[in-house]
């Protein structure tokens, strides 16, 4: 089941869940919100959603039937799940929704001892128009504490032995997040929620040492120069003079910028690629532009720059971004701005 919310992780929302409807290997599409599963509904994605966190009643309230039918919807507190089967009854049909656990990650969730010591299953089972499709939960170090994992795992059963016995028995079981999936066979149950590593990423650098396998990153992040000039030796580049050059330059300028996610913290140290060489960054990223160090290579407007992908022999990761900015690759690839064209190849 791929996590296809937040834009995809950057990589284009409607690109990559078009690619999901297609895809035989894709039971059920993830997203984040009803306003995310609303918004695939509108563009003909007819796969089942599993909504992961939010969800406005009002919004639910307005829609047909027909569109909820197939969108299963997360629960995790008892009012949320009353509210429901009332919205459910007064439109004649059945909401599915899966029960979030909250078993040590201290997010969303319903406690343990809300279901394994109150009436809550009671009251659960007690929802006609609702069906319990599914239940998870979600690990907090799944590659990094492996001691607290057991212990996540552990509560996580006990709730399904408790809930069993209560007659609550859903059939979609889940727990494994990408790294989790790669690195624990015991955190799969009956279904997996593929995020990070379903673009080619690594979760952490601890799951790619415990992983028996490649993954290869699908995303590159392409742009063009647009001017190419001399600037002579001591002469200031980009906002603050943060960069004087030390030499005749030949300066590229590329039209991206912190609006298009690409990070300001790579002002005077970030590189590029070009003609398959990496280039330095000089000065300050701005808004809508970068400046580049083109000296010594041959270089024209129109040129293409690399900034995420390989170019030759070199190769500029999203892991190596986020080691120079000082955050983790899901930033990096999900904070590339929506509006950016998404070419599918």
Same mark, same amino acid.
């Given at each position: 089941?791929?996590?296809?919310?937040?834009?995809?992780?950057?990589?284009?929302?409607?690109?990559?869940?078009?690619?999901?409807?297609?895809?035989?290997?894709?039971?059920?599409?993830?997203?984040?919100?009803?306003? *995310?599963?609303?918004?695939?509904?509108?563009?003909?994605?007819?796969?089942?959603?599993?909504?992961?966190?939010?969800?406005?009643?009002?919004? =639910?309230?307005?829609?047909?039937?027909?569109? =909820? /039918?197939?969108?299963?919807?997360?629960?995790?507190?008892?009012?949320?799940?009353?509210?429901?089967?009332? !919205?459910?009854?007064?439109?004649? !049909?059945?909401?599915?929704?899966?029960?979030? @656990?909250?078993?040590?990650?201290?997010?969303?969730?319903?406690?343990?001892? /809300?279901?394994?010591?109150?009436?809550?299953?009671?009251?659960?089972?007690?929802?006609?128009? =609702?069906?319990? *499709?599914?239940?998870?939960?979600?690990?907090?170090?799944?590659?990094?504490?492996?001691?607290?994992?057991?212990?996540?795992?552990?509560?996580?059963? *006990?709730?399904?032995?408790?809930?069993?016995? *209560?007659? @609550?028995?859903?059939?979609?079981?889940?727990?494994?997040?990408?790294?989790?999936?790669?690195?624990?066979?015991?955190?799969?149950?009956?279904?997996?929620?593929?995020?990070?590593?379903?673009?080619?990423? &690594?979760?952490?650098?601890?799951?790619?040492?415990?992983?028996?396998?490649?993954?290869?990153?699908?995303?590159? &992040?392409?742009?063009?120069?647009?001017?190419?000039?001399? @600037?002579?030796?001591?002469?200031?580049?980009? #906002?603050?003079?943060?960069?004087?050059?030390?030499?005749?330059?030949?300066?590229?300028?590329?039209?991206?910028?912190? &609006?298009?996610?690409?990070?300001?913290?790579?002002?005077?140290?970030?590189?590029?690629?070009?003609?398959?060489?990496?280039?330095?960054?000089?000065?300050?990223?701005?808004?809508?532009?970068?400046?580049?160090?083109?000296?010594?290579?041959?270089?024209?407007?129109?040129?293409? $720059?690399?900034?995420?992908?390989?170019?030759?022999? /070199?190769? $500029?990761?999203?892991? /190596?971004?986020?080691?120079? !900015?000082?955050? !983790?690759? #899901?930033?990096?690839?999900?904070?590339?701005?929506?509006?950016?064209?998404? $070419?599918?190849?």
């Amino acid at each position: 089941m791929p996590v296809v919310k937040s834009n995809a992780y950057g990589h284009g929302f409607f690109e990559v869940a078009g690619f999901c409807e297609t895809s035989p290997t894709v039971k059920k599409i993830l997203v984040v919100s009803l306003d *995310e599963a609303l918004k695939l509904r509108g563009q003909k994605i007819k796969k089942p959603i599993v909504v992961l966190s939010f969800f406005n009643l009002e919004q =639910l309230k307005k829609q047909k039937g027909q569109i =909820l /039918e197939n969108i299963s919807l997360s629960v995790y507190d008892l009012k949320t799940a009353r509210a429901l089967n009332k !919205i459910a009854r007064a439109k004649g !049909i059945k909401i599915k929704i899966h029960l979030k @656990i909250d078993t040590g990650t201290s997010r969303i969730g319903f406690l343990p001892a /809300e279901l394994t010591v109150s009436d809550a299953s009671k009251t659960l089972k007690s929802f006609k128009n =609702l069906f319990i *499709e599914g239940i998870f939960s979600h690990f907090a170090a799944s590659e990094t504490n492996k001691k607290y994992t057991r212990k996540q795992l552990s509560v996580f059963k *006990e709730i399904l032995l408790k809930l069993k016995e *209560e007659g @609550i028995s859903p059939p979609l079981k889940h727990f494994a997040c990408s790294a989790a999936a790669l690195v624990s066979s015991q955190s799969h149950f009956n279904a997996i929620r593929l995020g990070i590593g379903f673009y080619g990423l &690594w979760a952490s650098k601890q799951a790619k040492k415990a992983g028996r396998f490649a993954l290869k990153p699908v995303l590159s &992040w392409q742009t063009r120069l647009i001017q190419v000039k001399k @600037i002579p030796k001591n002469t200031p580049v980009g #906002y603050g003079c943060s960069c004087v050059v030390n030499r005749p330059t030949t300066l590229g300028i590329i039209p991206v910028g912190y &609006w298009d996610g690409f990070d300001r913290r790579l002002s005077n140290c970030g590189q590029v690629l070009h003609r398959g060489k990496r280039c330095n960054i000089l000065g300050r990223v701005c808004m809508n532009m970068t400046m580049i160090d083109l000296t010594g290579q041959p270089a024209k407007a129109g040129d293409q $720059i690399t900034l995420i992908g390989r170019q030759s022999r /070199e190769k $500029i990761t999203a892991d /190596e971004m986020a080691g120079k !900015i000082g955050t !983790i690759n #899901y930033e990096v690839v999900s904070r590339i701005n929506p509006l950016l064209p998404r $070419i599918l190849k």
